[in-house]
């Protein structure tokens, strides 16, 4: 699934490089190596605080902009990586994205998830972030009090957000083997997923009763790491 996402991030316009920023864990050891077997760049950080690991990462490899995307969506779309881009540069924001987590609304399925934010921006929040869901969820920081930052929300005109194409659960990932096989290769877009699921409904419910997660949904291990000279 992760050679799926990268490739797809890779199709991007807006995007120079993809980094898979995983944990220092031995358990993410495949990932390391799954990298180095297709060449992938791959920076290893906090296992909890994935704040900062996301924040060391652009600062190693020098990111003005930073687009994150969660390696659990292998349906997402590089059109629309290159939409939330181009919003983040026209209307001047710190932070542009085309969903925010719940309890706020979304119009795009879960698992097109894309948010950019200036590394500026990146960088205040790694500085200033404390609370737990803010550490774990890299961008909350940037979005969860208005008038902190210049932020843009993207909204698709018909809504779409009760789909659910991320991977989580079983069920979900039951469903995605199902969308790949009903095309003959990986360079559908999101568009075309809807059509599928509007001439084959029964997809929807593969995966339905899942429940998305949480603004608030932390793990219990997280915690403030000691932020080192940069």
């Given at each position: 699934?992760?050679?799926?996402?990268?490739?797809?991030?890779?199709?991007?316009?807006?995007?120079?490089?993809?980094?898979?920023?995983?944990?220092?864990?031995?358990?993410?050891?495949?990932?390391?190596?799954?990298c180095?077997?297709?060449?992938?760049?791959?920076?290893?950080?906090?296992?909890?605080?994935?704040?900062?690991?996301?924040?060391?990462?652009?600062?190693?490899?020098?990111?003005?902009?930073?687009?994150?995307?969660?390696?659990?969506?292998?349906?997402?779309?590089p059109?629309?990586?290159?939409?939330?881009?181009?919003?983040?540069?026209?209307?001047?924001?710190?932070?542009?994205?085309?969903?925010?987590?719940?309890?706020?609304?979304?119009?795009?399925?879960?698992?097109?998830?894309?948010?950019?934010?200036?590394?500026?921006?990146?960088?205040?929040?790694?500085?200033?972030?404390?609370?737990?869901?803010?550490?774990?969820?890299?961008?909350?920081?940037?979005?969860?009090?208005?008038?902190?930052?210049?932020?843009?929300?993207?909204?698709?005109?018909?809504?779409?957000?009760?789909?659910?194409?991320?991977?989580?659960?079983?069920?979900?990932?039951?469903?995605?083997?199902?969308?790949?096989?009903?095309?003959?290769?990986?360079?559908?877009?999101?568009?075309?997923v809807?059509?599928l699921?509007?001439?084959?409904?029964?997809?929807?419910?593969?995966?339905?009763?899942?429940?998305?997660?949480?603004?608030?949904?932390?793990?219990?291990?997280?915690?403030?790491?000691?932020k080192?000279?940069?």
């Amino acid at each position: 699934m992760i050679v799926r996402v990268v490739e797809r991030v890779k199709r991007s316009n807006s995007v120079d490089r993809v980094v898979i920023a995983t944990t220092t864990d031995p358990a993410d050891d495949p990932i390391k190596d799954l990298c180095k077997e297709y060449g992938f760049t791959c920076y290893r950080g906090s296992q909890f605080n994935v704040l900062d690991r996301y924040f060391r990462a652009a600062q190693l490899y020098k990111a003005g902009i930073i687009v994150r995307i969660t390696a659990d969506c292998p349906m997402i779309d590089p059109r629309e990586i290159d939409h939330v881009v181009q919003v983040l540069f026209e209307k001047r924001v710190d932070f542009a994205a085309n969903r925010l987590p719940p309890p706020w609304k979304r119009t795009y399925p879960i698992g097109l998830d894309t948010e950019v934010c200036t590394f500026q921006a990146l960088e205040c929040a790694w500085q200033e972030a404390e609370r737990p869901e803010e550490l774990e969820h890299v961008m909350p920081y940037l979005y969860t009090e208005k008038g902190r930052f210049r932020t843009a929300v993207i909204d698709y005109e018909v809504d779409y957000g009760h789909y659910r194409w991320t991977v989580d659960t079983q069920e979900d990932l039951e469903l995605a083997r199902q969308v790949y096989t009903h095309f003959d290769d990986d360079n559908f877009s999101w568009l075309d997923v809807i059509d599928l699921f509007e001439t084959h409904p029964e997809l929807y419910l593969i995966n339905a009763e899942v429940n998305p997660k949480d603004v608030k949904d932390v793990d219990d291990r997280v915690g403030t790491i000691p932020k080192e000279s940069s």
